[in-house]
């Protein structure tokens, strides 16, 4: 049996206040008060980043600030590289509600584009961090990388720290989590995905993978396009799971869907 050695986070109680989004700098609120950021794509919102997160709310609580993911939204390799770059796991909707379930208070999503890219990271700290959120801590795992040719990094960080008032705290990879030796990672479920792993997946995402598509109802059953898939297909084969249409969910006891090649049945999240 495959087992994880990390539980999983557990939602956050209704009763607390909804998740904010800003959506791109210029939605940001001129005072969003002292705040205590995470910065990455967060694509799978694994069960790493699930501790990495549990660390940034943890911090932002004990600092009485706001917690606050940085992402990107497409993932920057898929502008950079977009004829090799991997599919989302997920939709950004699934994606801002994992980060939700996670306990964050807001999330700042930021067009990424080449000019963006192009940015050096000590502009993008000074801008997005300083002086847009006001930033206490930086909470980021030891593997960040960010800004022009991915130059920036945690000593980017610490330099930029020391400089504007903000402390770095980093999680080490051996802390991070993992199964067997390998620590969780996007690659990793995108890797179980691909092979039609989806118990691995599962365990290394923290819950059943899931995709959106639009579907349509005619003659009887109901047809959708791979074009209309949204977050990282597995394989072609047969998988057991739930098909919600609104708000309602059902078994995909006789759910197909056709691919390049010959049919094959698919069951979907």
């Known amino acids: 049996m495959f087992a994880a050695s990390n539980p999983v986070l557990s939602p956050r109680p209704s009763s607390d206040c909804e998740m904010k989004i800003w959506n791109g700098l210029d939605d940001l609120p001129n005072e969003p008060g002292r705040t205590v950021i995470s910065l990455g794509c967060f694509d799978g919102v694994h069960r790493g980043h699930q501790l990495l997160l549990a660390r940034l709310t943890k911090v932002a609580a004990t600092k009485g600030a706001k917690s606050v993911v940085v992402t990107f939204d497409p993932l920057p390799a898929q502008v950079l590289y977009p004829e090799t770059a991997p599919v989302a796991i997920m939709a950004l909707e699934d994606r801002l509600s994992a980060l939700e379930a996670a306990g964050v208070d807001a999330v700042l999503v930021i067009k990424y584009t080449r000019d963006i890219a192009s940015q050096p990271a000590e502009d993008f700290v000074a801008q997005a961090f300083v002086k847009s959120l006001h930033a206490a801590v930086v909470v980021v795992g030891e593997d960040c990388r960010f800004g022009r040719g991915r130059a920036g990094n945690i000593d980017t960080l610490k330099g930029a720290g020391l400089r504007w008032n903000f402390d770095v705290s980093v999680m080490s990879d051996r802390t991070a989590g993992g199964v067997g030796g390998r620590r969780y990672s996007s690659t990793w479920a995108r890797e179980a995905l691909s092979s039609g792993n989806v118990g691995i997946a599962e365990q290394i995402l923290g819950r059943p993978h899931?995709?959106?598509?639009?579907?349509?109802?005619?003659?009887?059953?109901?047809?959708?396009?791979?074009?209309?898939?949204?977050?990282?297909?597995?394989?072609?084969?047969?998988?057991?799971?739930?098909?919600?249409?609104?708000?309602?969910?059902?078994?995909?006891?006789?759910?197909?869907?056709?691919?390049?090649?010959?049919?094959?049945?698919?069951?979907?999240?």
């Open 210 to 269: 899931r995709i959106r598509m639009r579907a349509t109802w005619a003659a009887g059953s109901w047809t959708t396009k791979v074009g209309s898939v949204r977050g990282m297909l597995p394989t072609s084969g047969d998988y057991a799971g739930w098909v919600r249409i609104g708000s309602a969910g059902t078994k995909a006891s006789n759910y197909s869907h056709p691919r390049a090649g010959p049919a094959r049945r698919r069951y979907c999240y």
